[in-house]
């Protein structure tokens, strides 16, 4: 299948700082990207879709001046958390498509906000 | 958005079939049904989808019922590493949103020795 990577795979930050989270597609070009957050025992929860060129369409309750989504090429998307708090504490998962394909999903990001 | 419902846990013995049932009763005629899994602090794993046919992959095979009104995930010989939570899930939308996936809580697969 194809290869979605992530990075960092884990981040730790402090209360105030913003963090910025990389997903790449490494083997097919991805005209969409897809961003979720999952909390703890919880199941994924979509923040954000995303396709190469233009403005991210967020979820409902989703704050878009707090999570920043860039999708500049067809290879990379990321993430930008502003002025991060505790709550923003999360795991991060990204996925990607081809033209309505099947999406595939990045490993994941740890975020620990102190 | 058609929802599917799972049940929240299975048990099964390794090396024996393991079948994961799912219903869809509103789903429409346009969209598929795909099933992920996620092995603890990973990302989602694509296992297979299917609109109408019953389809085989080297992982599972699915089953849909004449009707799509519920689906079945096939894993004939589960080991100790398909231990994860299953999620299937009725893929909405099209175009330029690429069908996003709502997820739901799943059905976590525990394979036993």
């Known amino acids: 299948g194809a290869v979605v990577s992530q990075h960092p795979s884990w981040v730790i930050c402090k209360s105030g700082t913003s963090v910025k989270i990389e997903c790449r597609s490494l083997d097919f070009q991805a005209t969409t990207m897809f961003w979720y957050r999952q909390f703890p025992k919880q199941s994924l929860m979509l923040m954000a879709t995303s396709n190469e060129g233009s403005k991210a369409t967020y979820e409902q309750g989703v704050e878009k001046d707090k999570f920043l989504i860039n999708h500049a090429s067809l290879t990379l998307s990321t993430l930008t958390v502003t002025s991060a708090h505790p709550e923003d504490s999360s795991f991060y998962i990204c996925?990607?498509?081809?033209?309505?394909?099947?999406?595939?999903f990045g490993p994941g990001t740890r975020l620990t906000v102190l | 958005d058609a929802k599917t419902t799972q049940p929240p846990s299975m048990d099964c013995a390794e090396g024996r079939a393991a079948n994961l049932p799912c219903n869809h009763s509103t789903i429409s005629g346009n969209e598929y049904v795909y099933w992920y899994r996620q092995i603890h602090s990973q990302g989602p794993q694509y296992i297979i989808h299917?609109?109408?046919n019953n389809e085989t992959n080297e992982m599972a095979s699915l089953i849909i019922t004449e009707d799509r009104k519920s689906s079945t995930l096939i894993l004939p010989h589960a080991t100790l590493r398909d231990t994860a939570v299953y999620y299937c899930i009725v893929r909405v939308g099209g175009g330029n949103q690429g069908g996003k996936l709502i997820f739901g809580q799943g059905t976590e697969l525990s394979v036993k020795p």
């Open positions: 996925s990607a498509s081809s033209l309505a394909d099947t999406q595939y």
């Open positions: 299917g609109l109408k």
